[in-house]
């Protein structure tokens, strides 16, 4: 049984605290905090019942230091954050001076992170008096943190995890229909789970990105080099091409070199050597048209390259469609909340996910490791 705040509120405690601080980094500096911020509410509710809060968190790279991110925390928390750098060399002041939120190193630093080592978990469980899960964003993935830590201390979800799972929940259990999804991105392998759950609950699905370049070339659509043209055409693959649900493009932005001007072309007339970088206006209003009538929506993946603003177009012109649409929208995956932070629009949503991974995982009916262990049994040290 999932144990929340309100069933166990905590005070007067050393807490640790799992976060999904993975969040990039450019130079010494976090390009995006979307996810730091997502935390804050979980972080202030345990300070607010007198708690001392140590966070735990990975960046993808085991080279790549959290001091940014404390930095960045201690800026938009509006309090000091200490930073450990070992959390296990015998010190045990993490709160000099009346600070009150330290943050541990990037796990990864430690090998028993990722081979989820028991030692490494009894360290941690060390460290504190009470675990509380709040990396919905790591939550499709195994770690000593994530997965054997909360066995061997009282242990929580915290406000943001809750919250990922409520709102998932209302699409998955009660969704408003008509239900539209709209998915992208680059690789069908992260994908095809919930695109094979929504053809069949879904009212439309809707597809762009190098997702939607193997389905058409399962209709024997040519893409010429695009990302997804050397992708394997399986027998699922085949199937959910033809499904009538399932709405792919019509015509596409392609640039044909490096210098060359960006041109959009009626998909069927690509050369051997184009790349599809984003999806066309023809599709744009198509897409737009379909979801028009929508009441919930999931959109996970950006329809082109969109971390180059010439191929950012589609996914920008679906995103304020959607913001001033009736729809429930929820939003998930990294490059898709990227690209409606830029453009100022992620607060118009009911919903954006800070999870990718996670938030696929979990639509598509599959259990996340994480959560799993929550819901286990203080296990015997």
């Not at 905090?33 to 968190?57: E, K, Q």
């Not at 699409?171 to 229909?177: Q, T």
């Not at 759950?197 to 939607?212: H, I, K, Q, S």
């Not at 001033?324 to 690209?339: C, H, I």
Request: proline share 6%.
């Amino acid at each position: 049984m999932l144990r929340s705040f309100s069933h166990a509120p905590l005070s007067r405690r050393r807490v640790l605290v799992r976060v999904d601080f993975n969040v990039p980094i450019v130079g010494q500096s976090v390009g995006d905090d979307f996810r730091i911020r997502a935390a804050l509410p979980t972080i202030r509710r345990l300070l607010g019942r007198g708690n001392r809060v140590i966070l735990l968190s990975h960046a993808s790279d085991p080279r790549q230091t959290l001091k940014p991110v404390a930095r960045r925390l201690t800026r938009i928390l509006g309090e000091p954050v200490a930073f450990i750098m070992n959390p296990f060399g015998g010190r045990k002041d993490f709160f000099p001076g009346g600070i009150r939120v330290a943050l541990v190193e990037n796990l990864r630093f430690w090998r028993g992170e990722e081979s989820c080592s028991r030692a490494f978990a009894r360290a941690l469980a060390r460290l504190g008096d009470a675990y509380v899960n709040d990396a919905f964003g790591a939550a499709h993935r195994k770690g000593a943190s994530l997965t054997i830590l909360p066995r061997l201390l009282p242990s929580l979800i915290g406000l943001l995890f809750e919250r990922e799972l409520r709102e998932l929940d209302r699409v998955l259990l009660r969704p408003r229909h008509p239900l539209v999804a709209v998915l992208g991105g680059a690789k069908i392998e992260t994908k095809l789970g919930i695109l094979r759950r929504f053809e069949r609950v879904a009212d439309r699905v809707l597809v762009g990105g190098a997702v939607a370049n193997v389905l058409l070339r399962a209709r024997g659509v040519s893409v010429g080099r695009s990302s997804g043209s050397a992708e394997p055409i399986t027998r699922e693959v085949r199937r959910l091409a033809q499904s009538p649900k399932i709405l792919l493009p019509r015509d596409a932005r392609i640039r044909r070199n490096r210098r060359g001007r960006v041109l959009i072309i009626p998909l069927g007339r690509l050369a051997p050597g184009d790349s599809v970088l984003d999806v066309g206006p023809r599709t744009v209003a198509e897409f737009r048209r379909a979801l028009a009538p929508a009441r919930t929506v999931v959109w996970n993946g950006p329809l082109g390259l969109a971390e180059e603003p010439a191929f950012a177009i589609a996914t920008l012109a679906i995103a304020r469609a959607l913001s001033r649409s009736r729809a429930e929208v929820v939003v998930g995956g990294g490059d898709t909340v990227a690209v409606l932070d830029r453009a100022g629009l992620a607060g118009t949503f009911r919903h954006v996910s800070t999870g990718g991974g996670a938030m696929l995982a979990y639509l598509a009916g599959e259990k996340l490791p994480a959560l799993e262990a929550l819901k286990k049994p203080k296990a015997k040290n």
